[in-house]
């Protein structure tokens, strides 16, 4: 599975941002793909998964009800709808996929096959 992401760029707080995840490849041993952020000098954390068969979703409280993901219906694009954005959100965005670990656990990096290239999103105040 080959994963690239876009969309990123510099907002003022209180804007919004899309980013885009494509993938490719072998999707159909996809069972869970997620967004992940990492800022200067922090670990990478979970964002939100998604369930790649049903759509279900997992947000991190952090972004619950200011972000959305969704997946076209062509099924292979996931995109993250950023609302509201804070200074706080600035990072790079990651997007990733699991093989094996459902939504509803799979909150750390280590349980993804495989990742995108970092999408910078800096939010100025």
């Known amino acids: 599975v080959q994963l690239q992401a876009s969309g990123g760029g510099l907002v003022q707080a209180g804007d919004s941002l899309r980013l885009s995840c494509t993938a490719s490849?072998?999707?159909?041993?996809?069972?869970?793909m997620a967004w992940f952020r990492q800022a200067p000098g922090k670990e990478r954390e979970y964002v939100v998964g998604?369930?790649?068969?049903?759509?279900?979703?997992n947000y991190a409280d952090s972004v619950k009800g200011r972000f959305t993901i969704s997946k076209d219906n062509a099924g292979n694009t996931v995109s993250l709808q950023m609302n509201s954005l804070r200074p706080e959100d600035t990072a790079s965005y990651y997007c990733?996929?699991?093989?094996?670990?459902?939504?509803?656990?799979?909150?750390?990096?280590?349980?993804?096959?495989?990742w995108g290239q970092g999408t910078q999103v800096t939010v100025s105040s």
């Open positions: 990733a996929a699991s093989t094996s670990n459902p939504i509803w656990s799979a909150f750390r990096t280590i349980q993804y096959d495989y």
């Open positions: 490849g072998r999707t159909v041993s996809t069972l869970t």
């Open positions: 998604m369930r790649w068969g049903d759509r279900k979703t």
